[in-house]
């Protein structure tokens, strides 16, 4: 069974700057990584993806200010934000596909507010 535990999330002010992080257990292979984000009221929507290559695109909303990275030994994928803003706030997870499956963590709150 493989389990993706997040971790990172939290209060920030506006401009601030977090990092989250998701490593997934077991000994697979794991082609691509994702971050998705949901705010209240709204659909969940992609923000950025890395495949094992290291391959990578993000939403339009977060160029510049997100970096997505991946460490394929640890099969650990981070989210770097920075600039963050009101906009931002949303229960972030990641997923993670793997031969043709897919594997979702429980999600980390992250809140931009003064």
């Known amino acids: 069974q493989v389990q993706l535990v997040e971790s990172g999330g939290g209060l920030v002010q506006p401009g601030g700057s977090l990092r989250l992080s998701c490593a997934a257990s077991g000994s697979i292979v794991i082609n691509y990584m994702m971050w998705y984000r949901q705010a209240p009221g709204k659909q969940r929507e992609l923000v950025a993806d890395i495949s094992r290559g290291g391959n990578i695109d993000y939403v339009d909303s977060v160029k510049g200010r997100f970096t997505i990275s991946r460490d394929n030994a640890k099969n650990t994928v981070y989210l770097q934000m920075n600039s963050l803003k009101p906009e931002d706030t949303a229960v972030y997870y990641c997923?993670?596909?793997?031969?043709?499956?897919?594997?979702w963590g429980q999600g980390t709150q992250v809140t931009v507010s003064s």
């Open positions: 997923n993670a596909l793997s031969l043709g499956r897919s594997y």
